[in-house]
């Protein structure tokens, strides 16, 4: 079957291009761009599962508790692109947590073929998020793009809706998996096999958000379900397993709580021993940020949905967030969850119990630059005259999507199965007779592990079309506040709590120290950063070009222009070759000997500065003894 690249295949109407947000501070962490990742459209993934497999897809449907993993070949169909994922070894599986309890699943595909093996599509692995729990699903894009446009590392993300097998299953957003090429193109994508570190995200246990960084000492054991609120995304080069790997967290929370910052009293210093920890200006930009959007799940309120990087060259910190769905006025109750955030509710804890919240708000000037960041960021950004555009051009975009998702409504089960496991452990006493025929009591340690199956109803988004459009803009009943509505009445609610501010600019409020040259990439050019200035390169660049050419120029001078040895014609006529700016050139510099070029250059130079020198002192000497 044949597809063009506008996507007419499937009856879907362009769209207008969107109108994209200014940027405040440029990120110092930013992945390489893919096409795929682009918000002004929506691309097809058209999946192909052969018939072999086929029983493999239904099962994997009917059970969304299960890891089953089906093989599948297909093709991806951007605005003016088409992307191939035809070799051997792609892979789709659902995917998420608590995504898993709605009939609309989250998924991830996955190349397990060979490492070196080079892909028409681009990327390796790669997530479809069904957003069952946000009507509007622009939440988490929208998100995304504020954290962009402030600096702060971020997934990326866009458009598609998907089919498998021609069966139409959704309007889905595409997204980076937190996995080591997500992280390699994040922070280390212009170095020669980067030492990676381990990758932390923080997930609440059994329903509880206990997720802390407060220091106990360095025993793995004493820390409560460390491994449960702890989710290692990565072990690192260096770590070989999770354990080893929580070393590194278990460091953190010791230098966040041994510091002596708080015995400080001038500013550089205080910055100067946070960057030895941690990323200041992203974990200020990150508070500011859940500050704003409000997001239920975040590192103010209920803590989570967060990642902690251990960069090795740095040998510091980066906390950044991810998962936004939970935000910009997100309201869910249903079978128990409840989720709802009120846009007065949020205001800066007075007795934090957080070591880096209670960093950031004891200490008066990391106080102010908090609130310093969080205004300058709801001038620039974070008010309708700007984001409204934004919000308005991204609905246009997937409009026309997302009603035929929620006409259709192509969810493909109701109900799963999980697999509990309970261990139960019993000490029986056995009470037997020793060697000499005396009684002699022991113990005998039983685990007995139980597996049962439960039968679950799965959640139904019951949105209908209209509140799904109406939801962007105003409050829905049984969805929350509009996303505009959000904007506009948290902007008003900060603007309160924090009166008379004064408005500073972007780069007063960069604190980040410069790195060590050649620290991100192995260029030439960051072995010169100590004598030209950091990150501009055009003086070491002039010089260089002017070099070249004065070689290249002499170089043709000395074998192209070559005396000619007979007379013929014109064109090579000794007396006008005698006249010639070469031939003169040539004469200058001595180049008639074979004595080289170099050696005749530098004959050249001697030559020309004694002259200079013997006619600036006869000049001074003639002047001292008036002599004319």
């Not at 409050?475 to 009445?489: A, C, F, L, Q």
Request: glycine fraction near 4%; include cysteine.
């Amino acid at each position: 079957m044949e597809y063009n690249t506008d996507n007419e295949f499937f009856k879907r109407p362009s769209t207008e291009k969107v109108t994209f947000l200014p940027e405040i501070w440029e990120s110092v962490y930013e992945p390489c761009s893919s096409k795929i990742f682009n918000l002004d459209y929506v691309g097809t993934l058209d999946l192909t599962v052969n018939e072999e497999n086929v029983s493999l897809l239904n099962l994997m449907n009917e059970q969304p508790h299960s890891d089953i993993k089906v093989p599948f070949r297909g093709i991806y169909i951007g605005n003016n692109f088409v992307k191939n994922l035809n070799n051997d070894g792609w892979e789709l599986s659902i995917a998420g947590n608590y995504s898993r309890m709605f009939t609309k699943q989250s998924f991830k595909i996955v190349f397990k073929g060979d490492e070196d093996e080079d892909l028409d599509f681009g990327l390796r692995k790669i997530k479809l998020k069904a957003f069952p729990n946000d009507a509007t699903m622009l939440r988490e894009p929208i998100s995304l793009e504020l954290l962009k446009k402030v600096g702060i590392p971020s997934v990326r993300g866009g458009f598609a809706r998907l089919y498998i097998n021609s069966e139409y299953y959704g309007l889905y957003f595409l997204e980076d998996t937190l996995k080591k090429t997500y992280i390699r193109d994040l922070f280390h994508q212009k170095g020669k096999k980067p030492e990676i570190g381990p990758l932390f995200q923080a997930i609440p246990y059994k329903g509880v958000y206990n997720v802390s960084l407060n220091y106990i000492d360095d025993n793995a054991s004493s820390y409560p379900n460390w491994n449960e609120t702890w989710d290692c995304k990565i072990n690192g080069t260096m770590n070989g397993s999770k354990d080893e790997s929580f070393t590194q967290l278990i460091n953190l929370m010791k230098l966040i709580n041994q510091t002596d910052i708080y015995t400080l009293n001038d500013n550089e210093e205080i910055i100067h021993s946070i960057y030895n920890i941690f990323e200041l200006d992203i974990f200020i930009r990150l508070l500011a940020m859940d500050y704003l959007l409000g997001r239920y799940h975040s590192y103010w309120r209920n803590p989570s949905n967060f990642l902690i990087y251990y960069h090795p060259a740095l040998k510091r910190y980066i906390i950044f967030p991810v998962d936004f769905t939970s935000s910009l006025g997100y309201k869910y109750k249903e079978n128990g969850y409840t989720y709802k955030t009120n846009c007065t509710e949020w205001r800066p804890p007075e007795n934090p119990e957080d070591p880096l919240i209670k960093m950031i708000m004891s200490i008066p000037y990391l106080k102010q630059l908090f609130i310093s960041t969080l205004n300058l960021i709801i001038e620039i950004l974070f008010n309708p005259e700007c984001i409204f555009p934004f919000i308005d051009s991204l609905k246009s975009v997937i409009e026309f999507d997302l009603k035929l998702e929620r006409e259709k409504r192509p969810y493909h089960s109701k109900t799963s199965i999980i697999e509990e496991i309970e261990v139960k452990e019993t000490i029986e006493e056995v009470t037997d007779k020793d060697a000499n025929g005396f009684p002699s009591n022991s113990t005998i340690d039983t685990t007995i592990i139980i597996k049962k199956n439960t039968t679950i109803t799965l959640i139904e988004p019951r949105w209908s079309i209209d509140e799904s459009i109406k939801n962007i803009d105003d409050s829905v009943y049984s969805i929350g506040y509009g996303i505009k509505e959000w904007i506009e009445k948290r902007r008003q609610t900060v603007l309160e709590q924090f009166p008379n501010v004064t408005l500073v600019s972007a780069g007063s409020l960069v604190t980040r120290p410069s790195d060590p040259a050649n620290l991100y990439s192995d260029s030439i050019f960051d072995y010169f950063s100590a004598i030209f200035p950091s990150g501009d390169y055009k003086l070491l660049a002039s010089i260089i070009a002017t070099l070249i050419l004065l070689i290249t120029l002499i170089f043709i001078i000395h074998v192209k222009c070559k005396k000619p040895t007979e007379m013929e014609g014109d064109e090579h006529d000794i007396r006008k070759y005698n006249d010639s700016f070469f031939h003169k050139i040539r004469t200058g510099f001595n180049f008639n000997n074979n004595d080289g070029i170099i050696k005749n250059i530098s004959t050249f130079i001697q030559s020309n500065y004694r002259k200079v020198q013997t006619k600036v002192r006869n000049t001074f000497f003639h002047k001292s003894h008036n002599v004319d």
